[in-house]
């Protein structure tokens, strides 16, 4: 093998042994190094420095020099080799490492390189385990503490350790004056130390930064801090309420010991100190944690009567001594923890009652009951009586009503009930009372007389009633040993003449016979028989006669045009007596047709609800009074819903309304409906132009307002029509925003339908604005104002000035620019006013007509309010009903005033009734000054139509002058409404 052959083998070897033959025939021994470490493996903590030893061996003949390097370690890591050339008989060389303080904690393979020229590299590895610096820290939990002056308190300090195990040496570093602190344990050798801090009594209250300090070897002083707040010492007082009791001997009391806390919250041990002897007390909770006890005083019945004071005392662990005021040193102090209050106990006499019938004597027959009234006059006894019948004689029971008389309640009603197979005779019965172990009694004389018997007579047993109308009879019965029920019942009434009686069955004398008599029922002579099922007391029988008449020819007719409107009932009042009015239905048309020849008169009405959307009145009847007045009322209940919008919602299903007017005859056909037949509203179209985002624009049309947009259609009746357009920035969302109109546009002597109408917003006149104010308000009302254009030929638009509502009684009045104004033109200025007072609303209307033009005066007063009235339930009616009285005030006694009275049931959405009555008709009837008006008593009336008892809602509205006449510049339109809400 040639030289060059045996140096290519040597190069390509690779191991820590490397070595070559040496001769021209290669058969010497190969030169070779090799090297070790000592140690394998090095352990340095970050920022530390060590060193391995690196030991070279040569073979083979091998004495060349040796280069030593090492690589392989992380950055940071930081090496030196010394010496880094093995020369001659050197055949060891240091690696010192130094590991920087950033140096991740891990382990770390280190190579060691030993090169020579003619036997290649040699290498070795060892392990660098690089550990983290030991370290600790300082956390406390919780880091902020409250505790009360005179106490202490704890929180853990929490040792948070870094390759460190050695104890730390906890202690306040600098705490405030007096305040100290102790640690458990200390020096910490785990993880955590409990620190209690204690505060003096005398500390200020206030915030405090604790800094709590660590010391160990190695790692040095640590610190955290601990923010300390020193509360007000823990105390409590006692108080009782009621502070006086007054219990009965042999009785029990109560009274609540009330606990007022400062900064302390632990348990009170409630006990009596020094209590007389026969009182105690129970305490419930008896430690209470919480601030208040109910204590439970028992008097024994020994104790005599007299007053007396009892001393509760608390006991509280945690709480300081109190120095009593005046104590001159620690023992004049109570106890600590200890607090006391004191109850004054009256101690009454025994408690005792009597006990009564009246009537103490009954007749009653086989089979029937009787009642007696059993009362007991208590002295100073509280306690419930139970009443009982003791050993009655057989089959005679007694019922009582209530079977406890408690509280104050001191009659009870006893219903005597004999069996039908008793005997007649004299029997004793015994009513017994018992409170505990008292007893008394009392006794009721029954005599049992013979069997119960019922006569029936109608009065009038004779009536005369007009096809279409109805009349009524009074049926009485007479009873005889019988206090049952009595059904009576009708025969011999021809098809269309109906019978009621009201009550059925009756449980008094007294039931009202309605006679209904369709318009068909032919004239003539009818003779009816009421029977009545008593039970017992057979079926007795009564004649009653009817004579059927034709009616004569009215002189009054109320027009209905819908039939979603037409009233249930339609009643005329005539010479002081009601009477139904039959319809008379024509097409599409409802009519009532009547006459009253008295001078004084009224018609009533009665609308049903059957479908749950609440009562309307004819869209389609055509009566400018009616229309003021709804209007008016409609005003009067928008403002009071915004005052109190639990009120007037929509009535419920089967609800009705009913609606009395009385007046003098001659003014009644100033309320009538009459129906437009053969009109049909129109349309007629208006494009906004130039209209302004961020704006609201409103069209007033035809008596109408609808809001302006780029294509807006109206409907109106066939006519000529004024419009106005109004311009104004949009208010803002909510109640109070505010309708700030800045810009108009008018036309005059628009006709229907004709052809569009441009409404260009550009270059609209400015409005001028006026500002007002309000007098004569009630504090704290809120105010709604608006406002009209009226032209001669209606109403140009109306809308809502300034704020909904508006509590200042301020705002400003809108006029149109000189050139636009007309002479005929009005303006209607309408200020409402509403004041809540609990439950009622005081709601006031005035409605003012101005001239176009603006006038110096600004302050405008409202008018005057509905006083307070009375309401009573009118005795004797045969349905629910009630009457109100009160007076009038002068803004209402003008000869075209009118009041109207109305009660609404319970609930809210149920039926309502109402009378309104004109002031000739007042007058007439003695009411100048003040009014009584009362539902009537109309024939065939349901009671689902009454507002039922109690009564809920019950209102007055008064109505000012001119509603009868057009108004004029300078009219005044006045209105007020009073709702008291006695439930």
């Known amino acids: ?52 030893s690196v030991t070279l061996a040569r073979a083979g003949g091998f004495s060349g020099a040796v280069n030593v390097s090492v690589d392989g370690l992380p950055s940071g890591v930081t090496l030196s080799v010394s010496p880094s050339q093995l020369t001659g008989a050197t055949t060891s060389a240091t690696v010192s490492v130094t590991v920087g303080a950033a140096v991740a904690a891990g382990t770390y393979t280190a190579t060691v390189h030993a090169s020579a020229t003619g036997v290649g590299e040699a290498t070795v590895t060892y392990q660098l385990t690089v550990t983290a610096t030991p370290n600790y820290a300082l956390a406390a939990t919780p880091a902020a503490v409250t505790i009360p002056q005179g106490t202490s308190g704890t929180t853990t300090i929490g040792v948070q350790r870094t390759n460190f195990t050695g104890p730390v040496a906890l202690s306040l570093d600098s705490p405030p004056a007096g305040i100290t602190g102790t640690f458990n344990p200390t020096p910490a050798t785990g993880d955590q130390s409990v620190l209690t801090i204690s505060v003096p009594a005398g500390t200020p209250t206030g915030n405090y930064n604790l ?26 007082t006692l108080s009782a309420t009621p502070n006086a009791v ?21 348990a009170v041990t409630l006990a009596l100190d020094g209590a007389p002897a026969g009182i105690t007390a129970t305490f419930n909770p008896s430690a209470p944690t919480g601030n208040s006890s109910v204590a439970t005083i028992n008097v024994a019945g020994t104790v005599p009567a007299g007053d007396y ?106 219903a005597i009930s004999v069996g039908a197979g008793v005997a007649p005779g004299n029997y004793q019965v015994t009513v017994q009372g018992a409170a505990g172990t008292l007893t008394r009694t009392a006794s009721i004389a029954v005599t049992v007389v013979a069997g119960p018997s019922v006569s029936l007579v109608a009065s009038p047993a004779a009536l005369t009633i007009e096809q279409g109308a109805s009349g009524q009879s009074t049926l009485t019965a007479t009873r005889t040993n019988y206090t049952g029920d009595i059904t009576p019942s009708v025969s011999g009434n021809p098809a269309g003449m109906n019978v009621t009686f009201n009550p059925n069955p009756l449980t008094g004398n007294t039931s009202q016979v309605t006679v209904t008599v369709g318009a068909s029922v032919p004239v003539g002579q009818y003779n009816l028989t009421v029977t009545g099922d008593a039970g017992a007391a057979g079926n007795p029988t009564t004649p009653l006669q009817v004579s059927v008449t034709a009616p004569p020819a009215g002189n009054m007719v109320w027009e209905y045009c819908n039939i979603d409107d037409v009233p249930v009932k339609f009643w005329r009042l005539n010479n002081g007596a009601w009477a139904e009015v039959a319809p008379q239905v024509v097409g599409a048309v409802t009519r009532f047709a009547f006459s009253i020849t008295s001078q004084q008169g009224g018609v009533a009405m009665t609308y049903e609800n059957t479908a749950n ?25 928008v403002a009071r819903n915004s005052a109190k919008p639990s009120r007037f919602r929509t009535m419920q299903n089967g609800a009705a309304m009913t609606s009395v007017f009385l007046a003098m ?74 309708h700030a109109w800045t810009n108009y546009r008018l036309g005059r002597a628009e006709a229907a339908p004709g052809a569009a109408v441009n409404v260009d917003r550009a270059g609209a006149p400015a409005i001028l604005a006026v500002p007002f104010t309000t007098s004569g308000g009630l504090p704290g009302s809120q105010w709604t104002f608006s406002q009209s254009f009226i032209s001669s030929r209606g109403t140009m638009g109306t809308f809502v000035l300034g704020q909904f509502p ?100 319970i609930p809210e959405n149920g039926s309502a009734y109402s009378v309104t009555a004109t002031r000739s008709w007042l007058t007439a009837n003695g009411m100048g000054t003040t009014y009584t008006l009362q539902g009537q008593n109309l024939p065939g009336f349901l009671a689902a139509w009454s507002p039922g008892s109690p009564v809920g809602d019950v209102s007055v509205t008064m109505f000012g002058t001119n509603y009868l006449t057009v108004p004029v510049g300078g009219s005044v339109f006045k209105f007020a409404g009073l709702t008291q809400s006695p439930n």
């Open 806 to 905: 508006n509590t200042s009684g301020t705002g400003s009045l809108f006029f149109l620019q000189p050139q636009d104004r007309v002479g005929t033109d009005l303006i209607r200025f309408s200020t409402s006013m509403i004041q809540m007072n609990a439950n009622d609303v005081d709601a006031r209307v005035t409605e003012r007509y101005l001239s176009a033009t603006p006038s110096e005066a600004n302050d405008y007063p409202i008018n005057q309010g509905v006083p307070v009235f009375s309401v009573t339930p009118v005795s004797g009616a045969p349905v629910p009903t009630y009457s109100s009285t009160g007076a009038i005030p002068s803004d209402y006694q003008g000869s075209q005033s009118m009041v109207v009275a109305s009660w609404s049931g």
């Open 613 to 637: 959307t609440g009562m309307r009145r004819s869209a389609t009847g055509r009566n400018a009074i009616r229309a003021r007045l709804d209007r008016a009322l409609q005003e009067a209940r």
């Open 1 to 52: 093998m040639s030289r060059l052959y045996s140096g290519l083998l040597c190069a390509a070897a690779a191991s820590a042994l490397i070595g070559c033959g040496g001769g021209e025939k290669g058969n010497g021994p190969n030169p070779s190094i090799s090297v070790t470490v000592s140690p394998p493996s090095l352990t340095l903590q970050q920022g530390a420095s060590g060193t391995v």
């Open 211 to 236: 800094t709590v300090k660590g010391s160990a070897t190695g790692p040095g002083d640590k610190t955290t801090v601990v923010t300390l707040t020193v509360s007000q010492q823990p105390d409590y």
């Open 309 to 414: 004071s009892l001393t509760i005392k608390g006991t509280a662990t945690g709480v300081p001594t109190s120095i009593k005021p005046g104590a001159e040193d620690a023992a004049a102090a109570a106890a600590a923890g200890d607090r006391t209050t004191t109850v004054a106990v009256t101690v009454a006499p025994a408690p005792d009652f009597t006990i009564s019938a009246a009537p103490n004597a009954l007749q009653v027959a086989p089979g029937g009951s009787a009642n007696s009234n059993v009362s007991v006059v208590r002295t100073n006894l509280t306690s419930d009586i139970a009443l009982t019948l003791v050993n009655p004689p057989a089959n005679i029971t007694g019922t009582f009503t209530p079977a406890t008389l408690s509280g104050a309640t001191l009659t009870s009603s006893l």
């Open 665 to 738: 005859t001659s003014e009644l056909g100033s309320f009538a409906d009459a129906c437009e037949t053969g009109v049909s509203d129109v349309a007629k179209r208006f494009n906004g132009l130039n209209l302004q985002g961020g704006e609201e624009a409103l069209l007033g049309y035809g008596n109408a307002n609808t809001a302006l947009v780029a294509q807006t259609d109206a409907m109106v009746n066939p006519g000529t029509y004024d419009w106005l357009a109004l311009f104004g920035p949009s208010p803002a969302p909510g109640p109070l925003g505010e």
């Open 246 to 266: 007054t219990i009965d001997a042999g009785g029990s009391g109560q009274t609540t010991v009330n606990i007022a806390r400062t900064n302390y919250s632990g």
